[in-house]
């Protein structure tokens, strides 16, 4: 761990209004008006006040039709407030003029179940779309046709046209201005076809599709049609598109800074050849039209056979963290909700072109939600972020973002600390990251803000204090709530609780940060807190602190929650309205607005009680949940043979084994549980332990999952992969040679290193019981 870095320099920063005033575009205002949702230059509105949307990136195709809900409820419990969503043609329609939206590939269904659970819809509709997927999500007889790809050439429009037609069928009358569908997405990563955008966007409307938000990727310098769509961005702090033994990137390395440079040259660069990229300092919104936006925020990242990334989940965190305090108006993740590729070969791999081979199956992408439904890391650091964003985004949205007086030197710079502020003149919140893979930043001593407002100073905390490694924070400035302004605060703002006449303001400690507020002179804090003069105070980082602040005759209940206790809260809205709950196990609202999840244990649920002011115990009905977690007996009934260090390659990218490769080097597993594995559709999860090159899983003799090992653990469903009571289940493991040119993480790169030879491992592998729960009436 780097030693710690003292600098006394005062952190300032000048608060920096708009430049431009409010504009009004075209779309959503006198064009596809809808009854919720609006664009401005300057922010985004919904139901009628300004938002900070949130959306996350699932795919219907890639998840089993029983599984939709339990996502989606997951993914509202979360934060997430727009559902978005490739529709992959090659899904659709393999063969020519026999598409399907049977199954899990009705998207009409998908999009109804989102509107029943009051989640609105993007819809990226391509026709080209990426995404991993092979030809980028072309049926093979559309790559194969003897048209000119993704512009304006009559005969590739005419199976556009065809294609879009067909989804407008589908989606009639779940489109228009009092739909869930709030947005559509055409294209994806096209760089220099402005004209066949706006062709795009006049078939999908003629096909009966419409949505007050048209949207296109615009990182990578892309021209696009700024009147007919608006520009998204995205942000990855790592990729599986560069060379297996690259450095960390420039391109990856930006997004752990605050900037208010939007485009990112680095995304499918190893798809493009077109960038017209500018040197010159960039305004604060990429467009004059339309506020920053995101579609794709690294939610994780997917594993390529010859680089296997896997961010934590703080490097997840902090990029999101950072776009906030660079301006972002949208919050987009992509993959919010890891899936799994249909059977088939639909996969972006080197035999169609492309320079890296992909998993057959495998499409968790670390994501929030994995794949098998299991939570990351993730999950519960952005949870806090869009609590933060669903409670105090009508404030935030409209605030500029202004850039610290002293700002890093470039991306090696490890000692400037990395802050911005997002005011409105006269209140703020002021976002701290102090966090970045790779190359391990030290602990910052000596931090001190100064902000100059529209009419005042703002200076804290009292006393210089040091922002631990991993810090990301959102410090209030001036915040007025009920009439009690908290001046400044060294914890983050998590919620607002109760009626607006009554608030209680959720305050998450940082870890190792104490939490101090400051009010102004003649306002009254009462509980537990320590005078630290100047009107302001200390609460202890270590417990649950209670406040009450009161000002002329006005009240502000405040809750500090310490750090711990901070990474379990749920903020729910509901039918009773938001809701404050603590579990370590995912939970949701059910149908009837009672609190549901799943446990792998005796659920211990706590809910934040504002007439008695503390957490109380949720009364809960649950399975029995005596055999949660069993180890299977794994016999090994074949060695592994000598393997090559390469499967061969394509533009200098290693390429994946193939399907003999597997059945003539792997070393095989029967696994066997003690009870028979489970029935039904309930939750179970395979938690498989490995070291290796590739693994596949085989049930009854068919290949059903299969994985590239990056020293994480393998997590699958036990229903969803076909295994039930009786199942013959067998683990292939492909030892990995030491010669072999694929990029893996630190930690498991070590592993490879120590091992004496090839490396292929099986360490353990576990049946977890999920036990199903649900509150219980009052």
């Given amino acids: 761990m780097p030693s710690e870095q003292t600098t006394l ?38 139901g009628g006040r300004p938002a900070v949307p949130v959306s996350g990136e699932i795919h219907f195709s890639r998840l089993p039709r029983t599984r939709w809900e339990d996502r989606l409820r997951l993914m509202k419990a979360g934060g997430i407030t727009v559902v978005a969503c490739y529709i992959f043609w090659i899904h659709h329609e393999q063969t020519e003029g026999r598409a399907r939206f049977d199954g899990n590939l009705d998207v009409a269904a998908f999009v109804r179940l989102c509107a029943a659970l009051d989640l609105d819809v993007v819809l990226r509709i391509g026709p080209w779309a990426h995404g991993e997927a092979r030809n980028g999500g072309f049926p093979d007889w559309v790559q194969g046709a003897a048209v000119e790809h993704r512009t304006n050439d009559p005969a590739y429009l005419a199976l556009v046209e065809r294609w879009f037609n067909r989804l407008g069928t589908e989606l009639a009358g779940l489109t228009g201005p009092e739909s869930n569908v709030i947005g559509i997405q055409l294209e994806n990563e096209l760089y220099d076809q402005s004209g066949h955008i706006s062709e795009l ?53 930006q997004h752990y800074f605050f900037s ?46 010859q680089r296997r990334p896997w961010p934590t989940g703080k490097d997840v965190a902090a990029v999101a963290n950072n776009k906030i305090g660079s301006g972002s108006g949208w919050q987009g993740y992509y ?16 035999a169609t072109g492309y320079p890296n081979d992909l998993p057959v199956f495998d499409y968790d992408f670390h994501a929030p939600i994995g794949a098998a439904g299991r939570l990351a890391r993730s999950f519960a650091l952005l949870r806090r972020q869009h609590a933060f964003l669903a409670a105090f985004g009508h404030r935030l949205s409209p605030m500029p973002s202004t850039l610290p007086d002293r700002v890093p030197a470039g991306v090696e710079d490890s000692e400037t600390l990395r802050w911005a502020l997002r005011s409105d003149g006269a209140a703020g919140f002021v976002f701290i990251t102090w966090h970045q893979p790779h190359v391990p930043l030290p602990d910052h001593g000596g931090a001190q803000f100064s902000l100059s407002l529209e009419a005042v100073r703002v200076t804290f905390p ?23 302004r908290l001046r400044w605060a060294t914890a983050s703002p998590l919620t607002l609780l109760g009626p607006e006449s009554a608030p209680t303001l959720v305050l998450a400690v940082e870890a190792g940060i104490e939490p101090q507020l400051c009010f102004p002179e003649g306002t009254v804090l009462e509980g537990a807190a320590a005078a630290l003069g100047g009107n302001a105070y200390a609460a202890d980082p270590t417990t649950t602190a209670t406040l009450t602040a009161r000002s002329s005759g006005s009240e502000l209940n405040i809750l500090v929650l310490p750090a711990e206790l901070a990474d379990q809260a749920w903020v729910l809205d509901t039918r009773r309205g938001r809701l404050l709950v603590l579990s370590a196990d995912p939970l949701w609202t059910g ?57 061969g390659s394509l533009a200098g990218r290693a390429a994946a084994p193939t399907d003999r490769d597997m059945d003539e080097g792997a070393e095989v597993y029967r696994l066997e549980p003690t009870a028979p594995f489970p029935a039904g559709e309930g939750h179970a999860e395979l938690e498989i ?28 469903e036990t229903h969803d992969a076909g295994i039930g009571p009786g199942a013959e289940v067998l683990l292939q493991v492909l030892p990995l040679p030491k010669g072999a040119k694929v990029g893996v993480p630190q930690a498991a790169q070590r592993r490879r290193d120590d091992a004496d030879g090839d490396l292929a491992a099986l360490d353990s592998v576990e049946l977890i019981h999920w036990a199903a729960w649900q509150e219980e009436p009052a």
């Fill in 462 to 484: 009292q006393q210089p204090v040091t922002i631990p490694a991993g810090t990301i924070a959102a410090w209030p400035v001036n915040l007025d709530i009920a009439g009690v």
């Fill in 335 to 350: 993959m919010f909700t890891g899936g799994t590729n249909p059977p088939g070969g639909l996969q972006e791999s080197q």
């Fill in 9 to 46: 320099e005062l952190l300032t920063a000048t608060h920096r209004p708009h430049e431009r005033a409010l504009q009004l575009p075209l779309m959503s205002n006198r064009e596809d008006q809808h009854s919720r949702w609006r664009l401005t230059s300057q922010y985004i509105e919904c």
């Fill in 201 to 253: 966007k006049r078939l999908a409307r003629e096909a009966g599709l419409s949505a007050p938000i048209w949207t296109a990727t615009a990182w990578g310098g892309a021209d696009i049609p700024e009147e007919e769509v608006l520009p998204v961005f995205g942000g990855y702090g790592d990729g599986f598109w560069v060379d297996a033994d690259a450095p960390w990137d420039p391109t990856f390395r």
């Fill in 591 to 647: 149908g009837d607005g009672l609190l549901a999840g799943r446990s792998p244990g005796s659920p211990s649920i706590r809910r934040y009680s504002a007439e008695s002011r503390r957490f109380e115990d949720v009364r809960t009905s649950a399975a029995d949940p005596e055999t949660t977690r069993q180890t299977l007996t794994a016999e090994r009934i074949r060695a592994a043979a000598p393997v090559p260090d390469s499967f």
């Fill in 260 to 305: 208010h440079q939007w485009d990112d040259p680095g995304i499918g660069a190893d798809l493009r050849e077109h960038f017209s990229g500018s040197g010159a300092e960039p305004p604060r919104s990429p467009s004059a039209l339309y506020p920053p936006a995101t579609c794709e925020l690294t939610g994780g990242m997917a594993t390529a056979y």
């Fill in 689 to 716: 332990a490995w070291a290796g090159d590739v693994a596949r899983l085989l049930v009854d003799g068919t290949v059903v999952a299969d994985r590239f090992w990056d020293g994480s653990p393998w997590v699958i």
